[in-house]
C-alpha cells in the first residue's frame, strides 16, 4: 500500500486506527495530546464510520494490518502514515528526515510490529473510550 489521491473522501486529517490495540490506541492518545491545533481526528476501525473508510481504502477491518491517515486529499498507509502525523505535530517536523530511510526499511519494521501488536501491547476488550476533551475528535 503507497499513498493515492483519496479526492472523493469528504474528510481530511482523519486517523483511521485499531480501536481495540493497546499500542495503537496509546498512540491515537499521544497525537491528540501534542496536536495542540487540534487538526486530527480519529476514528477506531471498528466504528461504522472506520469499517466505511478502511473498506474504501482496502484495509479489511477484520484484520487490519495497517493504520491509515488521510491528509492533504491522500491517504497514507504504515510509515508512511506515521511520518505523515508525527511531521504535522508541533515540534515534530525533523521525523521528516526519516523519509530518507528506504520505504521497504520502513515498512517491514512497520508490519513486524504491526503483526506483534496484540502479543506484545496487548489487546482492548473492547474499543479504548476517550476522555471527554478528546471525544469532540472521535468520528464514529
Given at each position: 500500500m503507497t499513498?493515492?489521491?483519496?479526492?472523493?473522501?469528504?474528510?481530511?486529517d482523519v486517523i483511521l486506527y485499531d480501536?481495540?490495540?493497546?499500542?495503537?490506541s496509546r498512540w491515537v492518545r499521544f497525537v491528540a495530546v501534542c496536536d495542540v491545533e487540534?487538526?486530527?481526528?480519529?476514528?477506531?476501525?471498528?466504528?461504522?464510520?472506520?469499517?466505511?473508510?478502511?473498506?474504501?481504502?482496502?484495509?479489511?477491518?477484520?484484520?487490519p494490518d495497517t493504520n491509515a491517515v488521510v491528509h492533504g486529499g491522500e491517504v497514507f498507509f504504515k510509515s508512511d502514515a506515521a511520518l505523515t502525523v508525527l511531521s504535522n505535530l508541533p515540534g515534530w517536523g525533523w521525523v521528516r528526515v526519516l523519509y530518507a530511510v528506504p520505504k521497504p526499511l520502513r515498512d517491514a519494521?512497520?508490519?513486524?510490529?504491526?503483526?506483534n501488536r496484540?502479543?506484545?501491547?496487548?489487546?482492548?476488550?473492547?474499543?479504548?473510550?476517550?476522555?471527554a476533551?478528546?471525544?469532540a475528535r472521535v468520528i464514529e
Open positions: 499513498s493515492r489521491t483519496t479526492s472523493p473522501w469528504p474528510d481530511d480501536g481495540v490495540c493497546v499500542f495503537c487540534r487538526r486530527f481526528r480519529f476514528t477506531a476501525i471498528q466504528s461504522g464510520y472506520g469499517t466505511r473508510l478502511a473498506q474504501a481504502f482496502g484495509i479489511n477491518p477484520d484484520d519494521v512497520y508490519s513486524l510490529v504491526a503483526r496484540y502479543r506484545i501491547f496487548g489487546k482492548y476488550e473492547e474499543c479504548f473510550v476517550p476522555d476533551g478528546m471525544r
